[in-house]
């Protein structure tokens, strides 16, 4: 479903890594929870439990999860739903989505390849949007997060964890140089909250976990003017 290209940069370091089948055999077993925990203090555990509670995956609801990955937190959200409801996980590596596929498939979870600055979705599709450690890593990341808004339906919600610009300046000096030498973004801690709430959400709300930042809001259901 990759449709038509919407231009790319040269890969970074980082976005090849992804692209990596040695990578997307360890991601989320060596590299992601020790990476974060250090980035963050949040262990993965107590991350996905996190996406559960801020996302209210229940029932028949529809969610997306942009760059999946190997699906971990795909399938985690997945089990929270039940009858028609699906946790669609989007990627562009085709290694991760293979891995996806073998690892972390189930009656709730389905898989799709895409570019996720254009998503290949309706308006207003899903009930919960997140994307989890990956931002970061995309050209044009405010266009994906923009993406994000659009599927999302109203009443529901969005969540994002990516990087943030320490307010410690010998941290920053370190951090920022080093982010940038293997293509990561490091982002301004008012990026991701000031884009949500012009895009009209609400509830937005802000932690910052030493070089992280979690994000979540939500879409204000529409007034029936005949009410």
Not at 9 to 28: C, D, I, K, L, W
Not at 36 to 64: I, N
Not at 105 to 124: I, K, M, N, Q, W
């Amino acid at each position: 479903m990759l449709g038509e290209s919407v231009g790319s940069p040269v890969p970074t370091f980082a976005q090849r890594a992804m692209n990596s089948r040695f990578v997307a055999g360890v991601y989320e077993r060596v590299w992601r929870p020790l990476a974060f925990y250090v980035a963050s203090g949040v262990t993965t555990g107590a991350e996905q439990r996190r996406a559960c509670h801020d996302l209210q995956p229940t029932g028949a609801a529809k969610l997306l999860d942009i760059a999946c990955g190997p699906g971990n937190l795909t399938n985690r959200l997945a089990q929270e739903l039940a009858g028609d409801g699906v946790a669609v996980g989007l990627d562009i590596s085709e290694p991760m989505l293979n891995r996806a596929v073998l690892d972390n498939s189930g009656p709730h979870t389905c898989y799709v390849r895409a570019d996720a600055r254009a998503l290949p979705f309706d308006d207003e599709t899903f009930d919960a949007v997140c994307c989890f450690g990956a931002l970061y890593l995309m050209p044009e990341p405010l266009r994906v997060a923009a993406e994000m808004v659009r599927v999302l339906a109203p009443g529901g919600r969005i969540a994002i964890l990516t990087s943030c610009k320490s307010d410690v300046a010998p941290v920053r000096l370190v951090t920022t140089p080093a982010a940038g030498a293997v293509g990561l973004t490091m982002f301004d801690e008012h990026t991701f909250a000031d884009l949500f709430a012009t895009a009209g959400l609400v509830e937005v709300a802000q932690d910052i976990q030493r070089v992280m930042q979690y994000v979540t809001a939500t879409k204000p259901v529409r007034l029936d003017p005949d009410c």
